[in-house]
């Protein structure tokens, strides 16, 4: 049944509570919920979060988020990793009525001094409420900008000091003298009642409220993940094409870990944290694709990494071509000392020669002629790759690929970036997740689905920590602000985002005509306005050639070939966009307010070529003024089109970046170098030829802050 105080649709919850919630180690996020009451009495509401390790933290206070909404909501932060739990606690405020009662009849006249002693009255159970265990030291997260917090750095959670016994009486004592105050009989009610009205009264209610018919929801379950589950800049690529070497008239010789090891400190350099590997497994000779997806491959094509497994080994073996398991650990080592993970692919699927194929033929499906059957997706034909039939033989599989996760663990990797989940149960990966999670909650996976969103949803609920999207196929400024509003707000708290700006598969057709000033925006859109994003290599050099014309892939695709490329010539020439990509990517390690999800906001541009986002963490909370300090804010302005120049005015959504709506403020251009001095309503012009985008910090000069 409904509870005395109706508690309903509390947030963030996931399938009604079936699934946990997703934040990650010092995210802020918002809980909230919808309570009323009958009648006019008032009604308030709080948070009570408690930690991994079952201790409970303190009431965290609700606000109302609109008035007359019903809506009530507080921000937190969680600080540490774990599974977390909340309840929503809602009760009846008498003094809150009280106060407004009070206010309408005392300053006319009506039922003065008898308002006066029913408050009274009031502040003494208030007083008697206060008891030591209320303020005894915390080590649970309070809300941001809560009365009793003091200050703390921008965006993160202020926490309670260690209230002395006198300090605890002391609250008592200031209760106890509103109370008298107001029974001050040979002073005029309105004198008496202003007591009441003060903002240190305030404080202490909100620090001590008088609760009755309390009422509790049931616990809802967060669960709080490593900081690169939400925030990392990735970088894809081949280490087969890093130091090939391709001459007429001789074999191809493919790179190795070793070659490939000597491109860390550049990737390093442009910035990125994650290192992401296609498969690294031995490539069957059956079927094999040559260049450009043919059918007739030459005697030394490589084939297709996602081809997986031959007489060398399969998914728990590498290509001899690049080295042995030695050569990978210290590849692994060599991009941990550069500060940066390696991800390996996870591809179920399987060569014709994969050993797995001759050791478990039931594990495959069988046509009428007898053959296995390969992977179509028509007209689409993969002859070198049979799918698995998790049907036939579920715990066989499931063991298998459990170990063969547990194995790639055991070398270092820490992150799988999974191929094609959504054509395989998703009930197989809810139990492979949880099983991972049991042991090692620092393990991430990411769901590369590009499929509907019933699918893609539902992988983040089931417990995959990042997920492919639409990005790349979002480029008007209406798909702009739709989808990543959608990314950032709607689904939040249990997908999190991945928006890579190209893959091997993927070359949309606004990379290919829209040339340089193309590749810049779009890294300027991923990088900026979601905490994490993807390259695959290629894009700093603004490769843009498709196989043919309406076709997404790539001509003369890495899938199919090696491709070394020079590097250091193309930096030399001016040709190269990592100076770009370096300049995005320390940006974001700079600004604390772009590596959060939920904090995107768009702005107003009287022109369908432009769009404008700010993301903003807070500074510390200021318990005189109660206001947050202006704290880190971005505000980015960028021209779509590729191809033209446009003019625009910015109109600003002010309080989303923390100042009033009258005040000025200066902008500073970390693209151009230029300083500006905005308000509300602002001009600006943009070449993409030249800098597609303002990239603005602001300082708040003259300036109001919220």
Known sequence: MIGRIPILDIHPTVECGRYP????????????ATVFREGHDAVAAGVVLTGPDGVRGPLLPMSELAPGTDRWGVEVTLPTEGEWTFRVEAWGDPLATWLHDAGIKIPRGMDADLMCEEGARLFDRAARAVRPADC?????????????????????????????????????????????????????????????????????????????????????????????????????????????????????????????AKRLPAIAKMGFDVVYLPPIHPIGHSFRKGRNNT????????????????????????HPDLGTFEDFDAFVAKARELGMEIALDLALQCAPDHPWVKEHPEWFNIRADGSIAYAENPPKKYQDIYPLNFDKDPQGIYEEVKRVVRLWMDHGVRIFRVDNPHTKPVAFWEKLLADIHATDPDVLFLAEAFTRPAMMQTLGKIGFHQSYTYFTWRNSRSEVEEYLTELSHRTSHFMRPNVFVNTPDILHEYLQHGGVPAFRIRAVLAAL??????????????????????????????????????WVAAEREGRSLAPFITQLNLFRRAHPALQ???????????????????????????????????????????????????????????????????????????????????????????????????????????????
């Open 21 to 32: 919630a997703k934040a990650a180690a010092g995210e802020t996020f918002e809980i909230s």
């Open 136 to 260: 005894k030291p915390v080590t649970g997260p309070v809300a941001v900008g809560s009365p009793v917090s003091g200050t703390a750095p921008a965006g993160r959670v202020a926490r309670r000091g260690n209230p002395t016994q006198e300090h605890v009486c002391g609250h008592r004592a200031a209760l106890q003298a509103v109370a008298a105050r107001l029974r001050e009989t040979g002073i005029d009610p309105r004198a008496r009642f202003t007591v009441a009205q003060l903002p240190e009264t305030a404080e202490l209610l909100r620090a001590h409220p008088l609760r009755d018919l309390v009422t509790r929801s049931g616990r809802r379950s967060i669960v709080v993940d490593r900081r690169r589950a939400v925030f990392g800049s990735w970088y894809e690529f081949f280490p087969r094409s890093e130091g090939a070497i391709i001459e007429r008239d001789s074999v191809p010789k493919s790179g190795n870990f070793q070659t490939a």
């Open 596 to 706: 959060e999800l939920r904090n995107l906001r768009f702005h107003s541009v009287d022109h369908p070529d432009m769009v404008c986002f700010s993301k903003r963490l807070p500074g510390a909370y200021d318990t005189a003024t109660r206001r947050h300090g202006l704290g880190d804010v971005v505000l980015a302005v960028v021209n779509l089109d590729p191809h033209n120049t446009h003019e625009a005015t910015v109109s600003l959504d002010m309080p989303a970046l923390g100042l009033d709506w009258h005040a000025e403020f200066v902008v500073d251009d970390e693209l151009s170098g230029e300083s500006y001095r905005w308000r509300q309503t602002n001009y600006v012009r943009l070449d993409p030829h030249i800098h597609p985008a303002h990239v603005f910090t602001l300082r708040a000069a003259a300036a109001n802050q919220r």
């Open 529 to 566: 306005a979601m905490p994490t994003w993807g390259v695959y290599s290629g894009y700093e050099l603004a490769e843009n050639v498709p196989v043919r014309p309406g076709s997404e892939e790539y001509l003369d695709s890495e899938k199919y070939q090696y491709k070394p490329r020079d």
């Open 295 to 318: 059918l007739t491959p030459d005697p030394h094509d490589p084939g297709s990494p996602w081809a997986i497994g031959s007489e060398q080994g399969g998914h728990d073996a590498i």
